[in-house]
């Protein structure tokens, strides 16, 4: 399945990588030395709800366009909006900014950035998949369900590779909802200390990543059209 590997970045910097890690590190623990974690996360989520709903769910669907995690939102989500839209209506609401960012990642890569994102993944050594109607599922599945390239380069890959939208959608979006539940239950759980909470945002994560090998094996051979 030559095209659609995703090989490791062999031209990536990683010195300047591994330099500004040191860096952040370092001034993080400049930061937290001697702070309270706790008071630091009720500071975090107090900030949160002063910036309000509405800024935080629009830099939900930006920022992970430009690599910010998705995670940061999905798990603080819950313990900043929870109570005012409820747990599962901040899970709706999540669910519906992921597919925006989905949708606005798919443009970015297939006509907005295309050049240039094209000139990137061809500098880091990356192949763009061969898409074909015969084998468009398959590449969805596989570059979604791939474990190691972050959310953002997904999205990015399967635009490049114009992978037909309705279909990109449903599987990138169908592929992070047992994540978000998750990561919603998860963060709320564990600002709370809520046992229950987190077990099953954990337990919803674990089976959501071994579904996630069992169907990725089942398609992969497939994802070249054979």
Known sequence: MSSLSL?????LPWLKLTVLGVALA???WAVL?????RELADQGMALIRAVGPTAFFAAMVVLPAVGAPMSAFTLSAGE?????F???GVMVIALAMIAINLA????LARYALRPLLLRLVARYGFKVPSVTPANALSVALVVRLTPGPPYFFQCYLLGLAEVPFRLYMIVSWLAVLPWTIGAVLLGKGIFDGNFTAVATGSGLIVVAAVLVQIVRKKYAKRADGN
């Open 26 to 28: 370092v001034g993080a």
């Open 104 to 107: 606005l990642t798919y443009w």
């Open 33 to 37: 030395r001697g702070a309270n974690p």
């Open 7 to 11: 090989p490791k970045a062999k031209k």
């Open 80 to 84: 900043a909006f929870g109570n005012r």
């Open 86 to 88: 409820t747990l599962p």
